[in-house]
């Protein structure tokens, strides 16, 4: 921009000096120009005046180099020239400055040479007796005054040009200085030319406008990234040539990579076979899925195509963890299976029996034995069924009325309830602790507090104790139901609460148990949110422990 100005200042500069040299010339030359033509009218009047008197004597005595003195008749015959000799001169009849003078008294005119590099000037005046006196100088054209000024005013050219081309550069530095130090960032803090102001105004009004966008993209970007840091799936976008634009946390966990996986191929992060091929044909065909196990989990790889108008943006990868409906479909597999053998085995034992006494197989003394058989089987059957569709009420999570249950109360209940089965195996009921009043559904407390307990009975000793101990904390209430009974290892305390798991198949199987009591406590205690542990060392006893939140 300096040097813009700067050659627009000397452009003017120049345009100006060459103007006012021209038009000075111009003037000067025809100021002079006239001065010598009125010094010219008036020395031939006082020649004419003399001439008048004297006659030709007058004029042959003037000698004068610079002036030319002719003097013609009236017929145009020249009497005397100062500087030719008149027998050879012609007739000056036809001469413009003699005939204005015959008819006017005075006449003037000029011509050029035929170099037109000199320029005569006449005049002439009519004597009294009839006659024309007329007086010449020549005098150098505009031309040949440019060209003998050339040199000069060439010096002085350069000169001026020096002194404009040292003043512009000055200037424009001048003029540019208060522009080099405008803060565009706060344009209007800036005390600069008023001129400026239009301008300084539209960059706030689009600074204001650039924010206002930048404070709407940045919003975007931060509630897009909330959304995909907090999402579970797994996200990677990719560029249209393969290169990640954005990895969620979800996605850093599975492929272990950080931030710096940014602007990387996403095939060196990674390089199996199975997404490097879903890649190529999601290109080719927009979208593809496919499953894959990766560090140890079940995941469903969705990839699709970005497309436009102009062509293919990029890739959007998201991985689900399917972990859970995997096992799920696989418990479920189990559990149809269970269910299956579960029921067969009791049907398959009261079928057995009925055909026998039916076929007059069973002696009449041998028929109650039969009969309570049926009657044993037939109860195991409802049991069972009665667990399954508490089971499959608790999976669907359906709603059910809450209120305030005693934990204390109903522990008291159940062993009422359970106290028989407790003197048959000879083993001793004890219940301690705070009253534990929590907001929560009583039939499945209920459910909870009795598989406890019933299992206590089940797997202790002869002579050993089951205790049932409430306390009362400042935010949770927790039960615990303990026995002096069997115990199991350690690799089966995760297992027991799983449907139809059994540590000693064959115990179970004694105990008449449906392998679907703790399971049934597991999801019970999910339902109210609460947490479950389990203590138990072989032939020392069992611990298992719930924590309720009273807020729950």
Not at 466 to 472: A, E, K, L, Q
Request: proline letters at 2%.
């Amino acid at each position: 921009m300096t040097s813009k100005i700067f050659k627009s200042i000397l452009s003017v500069v120049i345009a100006v000096l060459m103007s006012s040299l021209i038009i000075v010339t111009g003037v000067l030359y025809k100021y002079f120009g006239n001065a010598q033509e009125t010094q010219l009218k008036d020395e031939l009047s006082l020649v004419a005046i003399a001439t008048e008197e004297l006659g030709k004597s007058y004029l042959e005595n003037l000698d004068s180099d610079r002036y030319r003195l002719t003097w013609v008749n009236n017929d145009g015959t020249v009497i005397f020239d100062s500087h030719a000799d008149i027998s050879v001169m012609s007739n000056h009849l036809d001469r413009e400055e003699i005939k204005e003078a015959f008819l006017y008294g005075a006449g003037s005119s000029s011509r050029q040479s035929s170099t037109l590099t000199e320029q005569t000037i006449y005049e002439a005046i009519r004597l009294k007796d009839g006659s024309v006196l007329r007086i010449s100088v020549s005098r150098a054209t505009a031309l040949v005054l440019v060209i003998d000024m050339l040199q000069p005013v060439t010096v002085i050219l350069v000169l001026a040009i020096g002194m404009s081309a040292l003043l512009a550069n000055r200037m424009a530095k001048r003029v540019v200085e208060p522009l080099n130090k405008l803060n565009l960032e706060e344009p209007m803090e800036n005390v600069a030319y008023e001129e400026l102001s239009p301008l300084l105004n539209r960059i706030h009004a689009q600074h204001q406008e650039i924010k206002s966008q930048m404070q709407a993209l940045k919003n975007k970007q931060n509630e897009f990234e909330q959304i995909t840091d907090n999402m579970n799936e797994a996200l990677v976008l990719l560029d249209n040539s393969g290169k990640v634009v954005s990895v969620n946390p979800a996605a850093k966990n599975l492929f272990g990579v950080d931030d710096g996986c940014i602007g990387k191929d996403f095939l060196s992060i990674d390089h199996k076979k199975d997404i490097r091929q879903a890649i190529v044909e999601t290109i080719e065909c927009g979208h593809v899925y496919f499953y894959s196990k990766k560090n140890g989990r079940d995941y469903q790889f969705d990839l699709s195509r970005i497309d436009s108008s102009s062509g293919v943006h990029g890739l959007v990868i998201l991985a689900f963890d399917i972990t859970d409906q995997v096992n799920a479909e696989k418990h479920r597999q189990e559990f149809t299976a269970n269910v299956s053998h579960e029921l067969k085995t009791p049907l398959q034992s009261i079928i057995g029996s009925a055909e026998l006494m039916e076929n007059g197989i069973v002696k009449e003394e041998d028929m109650p034995r039969f009969l309570s058989h049926i009657r044993k089987e037939a109860s195991r059957l409802v049991y069972l069924i009665e667990d399954i569709i508490r089971l499959s009420q608790l999976d669907e999570g359906a709603e059910m009325p809450r209120e305030d249950v005693s934990l204390l109360a109903i522990s008291e209940e159940i062993c009422n309830t359970l106290a028989d089965s407790a003197t048959k195996k000879n083993v001793s009921l004890v219940i301690a602790g705070d009253n534990g009043i929590i907001h929560g559904v009583r039939r499945l407390l209920y459910e909870i507090i009795y598989n406890l307990c019933d299992n206590a009975i089940k797997y202790n000793n002869p002579g050993g104790t089951v205790t049932v101990n409430i306390s009362d904390l400042q935010d949770t209430v927790k039960i615990s139901v303990s026995d002096t009974g069997i115990g199991m290892a350690p690799e089966h305390h995760d297992k027991v609460f799983e449907r139809f798991y059994r540590v000693d198949k064959s115990h179970s199987k004694q105990s008449g148990g449906t392998g679907l009591g703790l399971s049934i406590v597991k999801h019970a205690v999910q339902y109210h949110h609460g947490k479950i542990t389990i203590e138990s060392e072989l032939n020392k006893g069992t611990t298992v422990s719930v924590l309720f939140d009273k807020k729950s």
